[in-house]
Structures are given as C-alpha cells and as structure tokens.
C-alpha cells in the first residue's frame, strides 16, 4: 500500500466526523431550546441606553455622578436654521440614589457650571448630590431665554 492510498483511505474519516459535529451542535441547540428563559436570572453584559431624569421646576433629585459630564452625538438631519438643534446636550451619567438605578441628566448650562466652578478636574464623580430644580427665570435682555434656578447640595453617600 502506497502513501497516497493510506491517504485516500483516511481523508474521508474527518468528514464523517465533522458529519456528527452538526448533529452534536443540533442536539446541543434543542437542549438549549427546552430550557424556559426566565428574565430573574438574566445578566445585562451591557446597558446601551440609560433613562433620562429630566430636570423640571420643583423635582428633588439625589445623584452619584458615574463619570464625568461629556457632549452627546450630534443630531442627524437637522435643519440648518435650527441653531437650538445644532449644538449637543451636555450628559452626565449618574446613579440615582433613591432608586440605585442608572440613568442620565441633562445638567445644562447653569447646573453644569455649578458642578465645574466647585469641582474643578471633574472632582464631583463619585460624590453624592442633592438637586432642587427651583422655578424658571428670564434672563434680562436675552431674546426670550430662560433658565432654571438650582439648589445644589453635596450628600454624604452610605458606607
């Protein structure tokens, strides 16, 4: 027997096994199939949005800021004359302390301020805060715009 016969004897053994290997993965789906979900028992491997606490007059909120404040994605197809659309909301993403849930906020302007001018190099991640979103005032000479008034208090956050 030459080595080529050898071969040619031999080389249909691989398919046959990869044959079963189909099979295997087959009987190892339908095992897999029969196993009912339950969503107790379910891990999130990742959270690709967060829920948005909207900041409105007269809301008390107590937050952990997760990571610093950051701009989102610029919006797609906005119109060119919508200057108010154009530029992207600043978002911190925070835990909220009542709930332990995560979420996001839209700090704007003023609220972000607060949190830069008193916590310089983003020293306010990992902190506890309280947030009293007081009502809103119209800026003096400024075309109609308004802004939230803030109450800003740090907490301290449970061993």
């Keep these: 027997m030459s080595k080529n016969e050898s071969t040619a004897k031999t ?3 691989p398919a046959a096994a990869s044959a079963s290997a189909p099979a295997a993965a087959t009987s190892a789906t339908a095992a897999n199939a029969t196993k009912k979900f339950d969503p107790a028992t379910a891990k999130v491997v990742k959270l690709l949005t967060l829920p948005l606490i909207k900041l409105r007059a007269g809301l008390t909120v107590y937050i952990k800021p997760l990571e610093p404040m950051f701009q989102a994605k610029p919006q797609k197809n906005v119109k060119e004359d ?3 659309a154009k530029k992207p909301p600043t978002l911190m993403h925070v835990m909220d ?5 995560l ?3 839209i700090p704007g302007t003023i609220l972000a301020d607060i949190f830069n001018d008193d916590y310089p190099n983003q020293t306010y991640v990992g902190r506890g805060f309280k947030i009293v979103v007081g009502e809103q005032k119209a800026v003096q000479g400024g075309g109609g715009k308004r802004y939230n008034q803030y109450t ?3 907490i301290e956050l449970p061993a």
């Design 97 to 101: 302390l009542e709930t332990g849930e």
């Design 152 to 154: 800003v208090a740090e």
């Design 103 to 105: 979420a996001q906020i």
């Design 82 to 84: 919508d200057d108010a």
């Design 11 to 13: 080389a249909p053994a």
